[in-house]
Nanobody, 116 residues
Framework: QVQVVESGGGLVQPGGSLRLSCSAS????????MGWYRQAPGKQRELVAT???????NYADSVKGRFTISRDNAKNTVYLQMNSLNPEDTAVYYC??????????WGQGTQVTVSS
């Protein structure tokens, strides 16, 4: 069994910053990629950023230059530093963990609200 737990969401004013964290634990021996997705009300879940075990990153165009994904392989933890937040970033943010076996796991989500 694999557990994926996110933390760090909350309410922030436009222009502010937040840092999300996600840790994977349990029966997962070799993680290929970890990433963040988000889902706003009435919209489909979309990719925010991913990072592989080798450090290769991929970002949605809407967050490039504002968000930074990083990872601690030894701790099976991924971080998302979000700067210059705007109301369009409001969503539930989900962590995804993908093993080399192809199996994928989701966290329960953490709410990020950008509002004055």
């Amino acid at each position: 069994q694999v557990q994926v737990v996110e933390s760090g969401g909350g309410l922030v004013q436009p222009g502010g910053s937040l840092r999300l964290s996600c840790s994977a634990s349990g029966s997962i021996f070799s993680i290929y990629a970890m990433g963040w997705y988000r889902q706003a009300p009435g919209k489909q879940r979309e990719l925010v950023a991913t990072i592989t075990s080798g450090g290769s990153t991929n970002y949605a165009d809407s967050v490039k230059g504002r968000f930074t994904i990083s990872r601690d392989n030894a701790k099976n933890t991924v971080y998302l530093q979000m700067n210059s937040l705007n109301p369009e970033d409001t969503a539930v943010y989900y962590c995804n963990v993908r093993a080399y076996t192809g199996s994928g796991y989701w966290g329960q989500g953490t709410q990020v609200t950008v509002s004055s």
